[in-house]
């Protein structure tokens, strides 16, 4: 059963694509499991009795007199506090930017950060940084939000004789270890990958006050396999620059480098530049076929997707290179066999990069050294050195080898070791052999680590140094060889910590003339900059620019065939199924676990949050059941046993999962961090191996999984909330049948009724195309169109048109050719807006807040599908649903466009939500922000769990973050998308204040500048020469659900591929 | 009839005056209060009779007699010049007052530094004791006063009780009428019986039901309203003193009103640009101004800037400026050490200083002054004042009351939303002086055609719920 798509196009789900009744019971409903009374059943609050006829009397009685008390209270005095001298650069009520990097180990965007007196709230990406060109990662987005974390220290610690942790003085520590460590003191500093060039020079410094200090660099994923085969074959321990922008034919093999391999914001932004669709009359774009083992957010972007067991990949990567190798003449190497089904395949990829040379690339995440070097060898034979594989600028974010934490461990183990220094790094959490290095830990003298909050590891030292929030540091950082990249602090450090470059100076020791400045790390830097690149950019510039290039010395990197030396060592293929260890684009290698918001981002492909669920794969059973391993069901809890470790892990059903291999995400059960984080999901790392060479293996063979054992405590999976009825009810027969099976049957009995209006069936939602169609799907689409606007032309406002004419109207475009479905926009969104975090248990009941959504759709072959994402945010209708049937009139519409809602009149009847066929309506069913003047409402939020009580954002520290331009919304309202009207009159303002036009630049959305592929266009539809007037020009635009005339101001552009023939498998 | 004619007198008088003011003819009295308030008030005590940053003024003239006027004049334009020629009467001013240094003027014309001086004169000779809002005349008449509506309450209840009283003879009299008919009436109610009868009873209910409503309605919409809330502050600070007399533009202070949705407190700093050199006030002498400098760290004694002073303690704090304040108490009393009643006055000035300057949350003396917030929107609201005070040239009087009169600030408009939507009914838009206007291209084609006289905030969206609400 290869090509569903007779009966069924897209699809967002096996019960969707199966019908399943428990899914079209959701989907019939718009708040499932919502009503008022089972919240009061499920709450505690008001649970304790049957709330009879006395009880709402007695709460009647209790409301008047506390309203009438409440009435006769005299106003509050509140204060008005001015400064006591107003710092000149800063006026309050006005945002101040600031150029910053966000530098997370290896991770790295150059950004902008958004203070308003003094407080940074939004992080916006930095467009002069020719790494990121203005685009962000939903990690940065989110990273203002671990500025404010409660979890933080808030001074240095030691244990104390009790083996707890006391809050001490920074004298103390540094006495402690300046007592300590001698010149000739054997130090390991263990570290994640440093982009700072001046932080590795305080390294040397350190190193040359006590030269028996080893640096240890390792990645929580590691690419170290990458660096080895580079220096292998071109004698430079390097990530090559890919430019993904440059290649016309790309093939990805278990690298998700747009979602989160090595620089995913990089990659995608260079990406999207060969996927736009930029003259629909002369279409062309970039061919992408992927080869994983579980489906990536690359994989979901592909053209063409081949699905391999993850042990395959040797065998893979041999093939590919003895047939290219074979049309450019190379030796050939001796590969492991493949399934007949895999070599046609790949076969024809290799077909498809010789018909590309010089522009193509391969990228591999495979962490085997002979894998990558096979990689090198081939886009050597195929000529992209230089073009699409940069050997100069190239990327210096993975700089880390695991195999040399192991050789620490050893000799922390036998005693030579004398003090141990965690540099920013969380080796007992991150490691396969993190517990056996924790045991390690103890066995030396002293173990300081920088950490920000205590965790696995830092929870074993004998003392902390607390580091500040990047937010709050100086530094620089060399993402890209050539291309630098300031750090600069926002704010002053929020407690009493010490940026970790400054604990070293300081414990080099000695008279330190910097310890005379309040900075000293900032005196260094400065100083550093003078001598070596004064003459390049002038201070102030360079931190006001936050970048600046320069040609850095020639690498040195030239092609050694010296295949043949390790080819034997290719990843050989294992028996019995397997499972794929994979990041999350949200929470990494588990650095961002405490981070609400990105806990409760749903993950693109799975759609899950707060948790991570083991991808199982779903087989079609010939009629209309999708089945999984052992019949188990999204949310299930099974046994997964690796070895002889067993974990109870929940489950989802994942289309496009290799069949008998599994996939789990990294980064989840942290267990010592703070109350978002920890205990969320299972940690997997021990689970991992390591190679020959010592490198971890993200795979394991030989995985059991049990049948259920029992159901997840509130599942949350998106994936079915707020659907727009891709399933509906046959108005004759009234049995529920799938969208265009409805219209196939009334094409069967020659009836034309496709599309009527209101109707459910062949609604507008996604419209897609290949690349050798697009003139005649132009043509049918216009036709489409225009039979929609012909079916209804009648206007609810009649008027209207002319009032938008009159001055701007608001309007947006989404191109999802380059939506690759990252998330950023949807962390941006809910920073900007004040968008609360519901925690899980308000999630799994389709109470999650986010105004926007991406809505991940499948299509064409079950078994492998292709996938395409939709980002769905109010449309702004001008015949607006919503509008008419607000009691209160609380939502209604502006003169330029804008759907508006009035939260103060807003009564939470929740019609609008009701009659919204986009579904982006949100209702404040608790007190989320704890905006409530009664503290009363704010009980029992139950977030994580019935104990979890308190609000996310109920802490005056994490309530530094709110955006003061946007009103924090409580219980009984609802909310949604504003088109951030906030930025609008920013804008419009500005241009007031400069006597001039409205320029495209003045309004950008959030989500429009939180996207590293230009996705998003906002603007001003009567604006001609504006940027949205030329992309709304384009043939390729579709309005969703335009049959039902709500005559929205969102244009999509339609999803075009370019899949080429039987590469699938 | 009377009142209006004398309002014309004064309008005419008024104009009359600011025609010859404003023509280089004669000089007069008041040009010279314009030049004096605008340009010396801030240095030279209003009173020509003491001393301030500057001497005082009255008298000059006589003082300078025996130099030619063009001596005095130059003095006036450029006083370091004169000091620098060794001028003898400059050299003994400059021993007297110097380190200050008087502001240069060179633009002044003769006619000018003339009225300036016949006003000081003027100012100089006049009785002592006219009240402070006399020095503006030309200011609006007081209004009558309104009769107090307690009177109509009052007339009311009489005239009812008359009404009660005449029924009542009434039917007393229609009683005895029928006695004397001997027809027989049914027995004349009770008043009592009349109270509790069901008509009255259920008027009252009634009456109750709509007048209680009609209250919680009121109240419940102004629930949070503080229109003339006028609480006492830190510091007994008087915009009539700042902004009337001594003339200082609003947004000299509240500089973020024009780039900012804040109008903001001014920093300490901001105050420190003047009272550097006013470091004692004419009202309440040391006790007010030292809350400045007790709040930033100035030492008036050593006019410098106390360092580290945020790490001081409370004592230290004391000690610096009791010193000022007992220094000044002995200089005003001529003494040589602190009396009795000297240290009173030093205590009570501290404990009232320390007081302002601290509270629950704030228990250093030194730091920011916490003022009492007067203006406050609710937290759904959002205004801008750059959009009001520079984009639509709104005059700050128009919402804030004329804040150059009062002595303690207080809330002049309701801050309600229909108030504020009013206002946008109303405000014309500065439409063809902005070019970010030229949007509206339909309006102006119809300026154009004459269709249309004027845009107001309303046409271009001015009441739509998310101008405000977001």
């Known amino acids: ?1065 | 009839m009377h009142h209006n004619s004398l309002k014309y007198c004064i309008l005419l008088a008024l104009i009359s005056i600011l025609f010859v003011g404003s023509s280089s003819a004669a000089p007069t009295a008041e040009a010279g209060k314009t030049i004096f308030q605008n340009q010396c008030a801030a240095c030279h005590n209003k009173n020509m009779k003491d001393n301030l940053t500057g001497p005082a003024l009255g008298g000059a003239e006589a003082r300078w007699a025996a130099y030619p006027k063009e001596d005095l004049y130059n003095w006036i334009r450029n006083s370091q010049a004169m000091i620098a020629a060794g001028h003898p009467k400059a050299t003994e001013l400059w021993n007297q007052f110097k380190p200050t240094v008087m502001n240069s003027f060179p633009a002044f014309t003769d006619d000018d530094i003339a009225s300036t001086l016949l006003y000081i004169n003027a100012q100089f000779t006049k009785p002592a004791g006219g009240p402070v809002a006399s020095a503006q005349p030309g200011g609006v008449p007081a209004e009558p006063a309104k009769p107090s509506k307690y009177i109509y309450y009052f007339l009311f209840v009489i005239l009812a009780v008359v009404v009660a009283v005449l029924s009542r003879v009434i039917g007393n009299l229609r009683h005895l009428v029928a006695q004397e008919d001997g027809v027989t009436l049914p027995p004349q109610k009770t008043l009592l019986q009349t109270l509790t009868s069901k008509g009255v009873v259920g008027f009252l209910i009634f009456a109750l039901v709509v007048l209680g409503g009609y209250t919680t309605v009121n109240n419940g919409i102004a629930f949070g309203r503080q229109q003339g809330y006028a609480p006492e502050q830190p510091i007994k600070f008087s915009h009539a003193t700042h902004a009337g007399i001594q003339g200082i533009d609003c947004q000299y202070c509240h500089d973020s009103a024009r780039r900012s949705k804040h109008a903001s407190i001014p920093g300490a700093n901001t105050c420190m640009n003047c009272h550097k050199a006013i470091e004692k006030g004419t009202l309440y002498g040391t006790q007010e101004l030292t809350k400045i400098f007790a709040s930033i760290g100035y030492d008036p004694s050593t006019d410098k800037y106390v360092e580290n002073y945020d790490k001081l303690s409370n004592d230290e704090i004391k000690a610096i400026y009791s010193k000022w304040i007992a220094d000044n108490y002995m200089k005003d009393n001529e003494l040589t050490a602190l009396d009795q009643k000297g240290e009173r006055t030093v205590n009570e000035q501290w404990t009232e200083i320390s007081s302002s300057l601290t509270n629950d949350l704030k228990e250093s003396v030194a730091g920011p002054i916490e003022w009492t917030r007067i203006h406050m929107l609710p937290d759904h609201v959002y205004f801008n004042h750059s959009q009001h005070v520079n984009i639509g040239k709104i005059d700050c009087n128009q919402c804030h009351g004329k804040v150059q009169e009062m002595d303690l600030m207080y809330q002049y408009a309701p801050l309600s939303m229909g108030w504020c939507i009013n206002c946008h009914r109303e405000t014309e838009v500065k439409f063809t002086s902005n070019e970010y206007y030229n949007t509206y291209k339909q309006y102006h084609d119809a300026i154009a055609k004459g269709q249309k006289t004027k845009v107001t905030v309303e046409d271009i969206g001015g009441l739509e719920c998310q101008k405000c609400h977001y």
């Open chain 1, 1 to 1065: 059963m290869k090509d569903q798509t007779s009966y069924s196009d897209i699809w967002i789900g096996s019960e969707d694509l199966g019908r399943d009744e428990k899914f079209i019971d959701q989907a019939s409903r718009e708040m499932p499991d919502a009503s008022v009374a089972s919240m009061l059943a499920q709450g505690a609050s008001f649970a304790s009795a049957n709330t009879g006829r006395r009880d709402f009397l007695k709460y009647l009685g209790f409301s008047v007199s506390a309203a009438t008390i409440a009435a006769s209270c005299e106003i509050p005095l509140k204060r008005a506090i001015p400064y006591v001298t107003k710092p000149d650069d800063l006026v309050p009520g006005v945002a101040n930017y600031y150029a910053t990097s966000f530098v997370q180990g290896g991770d790295y965007c150059s950004v902008l950060v958004k203070t308003r007196e003094g407080r940074p709230i939004k992080v916006e990406g930095n467009q002069l940084s020719p790494v990121n060109g203005g685009g962000t990662s939903a990690r940065a987005q989110a990273a203002v939000l671990g500025l404010y974390d409660t979890n933080r220290l808030r001074g240095p610690q030691m244990k104390n004789d009790g083996g707890h942790f006391e809050t001490t003085t920074w004298k103390q520590l540094d006495d402690l270890v300046s007592t300590t460590l001698k010149p000739e003191s054997r130090i390991a500093i263990l570290s994640h990958s440093m982009l700072s060039p001046t932080e590795k020079q305080v390294v040397k410094d350190f190193q040359a006050k006590y030269p028996n200090t080893t640096v240890t660099v390792y990645d929580p994923v590691s690419s170290a396999a990458i660096l080895r085969a580079n220096e292998l074959m071109y004698g430079v321990a390097m990530v090559p620059g890919y430019q993904f922008d440059k290649a016309k034919v790309i093939v990805g093999i278990q690298a998700d480098f747009l979602g989160t391999w090595i620089s995913p914001v990089q990659f995608a932004h260079k990406y999207a530049a060969g996927r736009k669709i930029a003259d629909p009359k002369a279409p062309k774009m970039s061919r992408h076929i992927q080869i994983e083992s579980y489906m990536s957010l690359t994989g979901t972007n592909a053209d063409n997707r081949i699905r391999i067991k993850p042990s395959e990949t040797g065998a893979v990567l041999g093939r590919l290179y003895n047939k290219i190798a074979a049309a450019k003449g190379g030796s050939a190497v001796n590969a492991p066999a493949l399934s007949a089904t895999l070599t046609e395949a790949i076969d024809k990829t290799a077909d498809e990069l010789l018909k590309a040379p010089g522009e193509s690339l391969l990228v591999c995440g495979s962490n085997n050294i002979a894998d990558q070097s096979v990689v090198c060898a081939i886009n050597h034979l195929l000529g992209n050195e230089g073009k699409t594989v940069d050997l100069e600028n190239y990327s210096l974010q993975r700089q880390g080898d695991e195999s040399k934490v192991n050789a620490l461990m050893t000799a922390m183990n036998s005693g030579q070791v004398d003090a141990l220094i965690i540099y920013g790094s969380n080796p007992v959490y991150e490691l396969p052999f993190g517990t056996a290095f924790g045991e390690a830990i103890a066995k030396v003298g002293l173990t300081i680590s920088t950490s920000m909050d205590i965790d696995e590891t830092s929870s074993l030292c004998r003392a902390i140094a607390p580091s500040n929030h990047f937010l709050e540091s100086w530094g620089d950082a060399e993402a890209i060889r050539g291309h630098i990249s300031m750090v600069q602090p926002t704010i002053a450090p929020l407690f009493d910590t010490r940026q970790r470059e400054a604990s070293l100076l300081k414990w080099i020791g000695g008279e330190n003339p910097l310890f005379s400045s309040d900075q000293p790390y900032y005196e260094y830097l400065k100083a550093r900059w003078a001598a070596t690149a004064g003459s390049v950019a002038s201070w102030n510039e360079l931190l006001h620019d936050g970048v600046f290039s320069y040609t850095p010395a020639s690498s040195g990197a030239t092609y050694k065939d010296n295949l043949a030396s390790v080819a034997a060592k290719l990843t050989q293929p294992g028996s019995g199924t397997e499972i794929t260890f994979m990041e999350t684009v949200a929470i990494g290698a588990g650095q961002n676990a405490n981070n609400p918001w990105l806990q409760e981002m749903p993950d693109p492909v799975t759609r899950c949050a707060w948790g991570n669920y083991l991808a199982l794969p779903v087989h079609f059973d010939g009629t209309r059941k999708f089945i999984a391993h052992e019949n188990l069901e999204d949310g299930d809890l099974a046994d997964v046993t690796v070895g002889e470790q067993t974990l109870r892990v929940p489950v989802i059903k994942q289309f496009g999962q290799t069949p008998d291999s599994f996939a789990l995400a990294v980064g989840y059960g942290r267990t010592v961090t703070g109350r978002a984080g920890a205990g969320v999901g299972v940690n997997v790392n021990p689970w991992m191996k390591t190679d020959a060479d010592g490198l971890v293996q993200y795979y394991a063979s030989g995985v059991t999984v049990t049948g259920k054992k029992g159901e997840e405590d509130y599942f949350s999976c998106v994936q079915y909330h707020h659907t727009m009825g891709v399933t509906g009810e046959d108005s004759q027969s009234k049995e529920v049948i799938n969208a265009d099976e409805a219209a196939t049957v009334y094409m069967t009995y020659g009836l034309v009724r496709q599309g009527f209006q209101g109707s459910l069936v062949n609604r507008t939602i996604i419209r897609k195309s290949h690349l050798d169609h697009v003139e005649e799907f132009v043509k049918d689409l216009q036709d489409e169109r225009h039979h929609h606007q012909q079916l209804n032309t009648k206007q609810i406002y009649p008027g209207h048109d002319e009032t938008y004419a009159r001055g701007h109207h608001w309007g947006m475009h989404v191109d999802l050719n380059a939506c690759i479905g990252c998330g950023a926009c949807t962390v941006a969104c809910m920073a900007e807006n004040n968008v609360p975090v519901v925690g899980k248990r308000e999630m799994s009941r389709h109470h999650e807040m986010a105004w926007l959504r991406i809505d991940r759709y499948f299509y064409g072959d079950v078994d492998n599908p292709s996938a395409v994402y939709q980002p769905l945010m109010c449309q702004h209708c001008n015949n607006a649903p919503c509008e008419n049937v607000c009691p209160v009139n609380a939502t209604n519409h502006s003169s330029e466009g804008l759907n508006q809602m009035a939260y103060n009149r807003c009564v939470g009847t929740r019609y609008c939500a009701n009659n919204c066929p986009y579904k982006v309506r949100r209702f404040n069913w608790l007190d989320y922000n704890a905006a409530d003047l009664w503290p009363i409402n704010e009980a029992d939020l139950g977030l994580k769990s019935q104990d979890d009580t308190i609000p996310y954002g109920a802490d005056n520290l994490t309530r530094m973050v709110l955006n003061p331009d946007v009103t924090v919304r409580s219980r009984g309202v609802i909310e949604k998308c504003s088109f951030c009207v906030q930025r609008i009159q920013e804008g419009k303002l500005r241009a007031k204040t400069e006597q001039r036009l409205l320029r495209d630049a003045d309004v950008k959305t959030a989500c429009q500048t939180a996207c590293p592929t230009g996705a998003i266009t906002f603007g001003d539809m009567n604006n001609e020469e504006g940027d949205l007037s030329k992309k709304l020009a384009s043939p390729l635009n579709y309005i969703v659900l335009e049959e039902v005339n709500t005559r929205s101001a969102v244009n999509y552009q339609a999803r075009i591929i370019n899949k080429a023939e039987g590469v699938d498998a």
